[in-house]
């Protein structure tokens, strides 16, 4: 069973800073694919940014300049560094993680979340 546990989340005001972490636990192969996605209320979960494991990274454009992804590989933990946070980035932020279970499975993975809330 993999678990993806994330932290980081909270209330800060508009041009401030987070820090969100995600670690996977659990039996696996590898996890080719880390990412972050974001949920605001009454909108659809969207992209935020995605990392491989030799640190290939993808943005949406509207967190490029603002947001770095990162990870630890020998930790299995991704993160995402937030800054000049705006109002609009108020949302519940998903950590997704593709995992090589075997040699030929691939399973993707959710974390349950972590509320971000930036005050104007």
């Given at each position: 069973q993999v678990q993806l546990v994330e932290s980081g989340g909270g209330l800060v005001q508009a041009g401030g800073s987070l820090r969100l972490s995600c670690a996977a636990s659990g039996s696996f192969f590898s996890i080719p694919f880390m990412g972050w996605y974001r949920q605001a209320p009454g909108k659809q979960r969207e992209l935020v940014a995605t990392i491989t494991t030799?640190?290939?990274?993808?943005?949406?454009?509207?967190?490029?300049?603002?947001?770095?992804?990162?990870?630890d590989n020998a930790k299995n933990t991704v993160y995402l560094q937030m800054n000049r946070l705006k109002p609009e980035d108020t949302a519940v932020y998903y950590c997704n993680a593709g995992i090589q279970a075997t040699r030929f499975r691939f399973d993707d993975y959710w974390g349950q979340g972590t509320q971000v809330t930036?005050?104007?």
């Amino acid at each position: 069973q993999v678990q993806l546990v994330e932290s980081g989340g909270g209330l800060v005001q508009a041009g401030g800073s987070l820090r969100l972490s995600c670690a996977a636990s659990g039996s696996f192969f590898s996890i080719p694919f880390m990412g972050w996605y974001r949920q605001a209320p009454g909108k659809q979960r969207e992209l935020v940014a995605t990392i491989t494991t030799d640190g290939t990274t993808n943005y949406a454009n509207s967190m490029k300049g603002r947001f770095t992804i990162s990870r630890d590989n020998a930790k299995n933990t991704v993160y995402l560094q937030m800054n000049r946070l705006k109002p609009e980035d108020t949302a519940v932020y998903y950590c997704n993680a593709g995992i090589q279970a075997t040699r030929f499975r691939f399973d993707d993975y959710w974390g349950q979340g972590t509320q971000v809330t930036v005050s104007s």
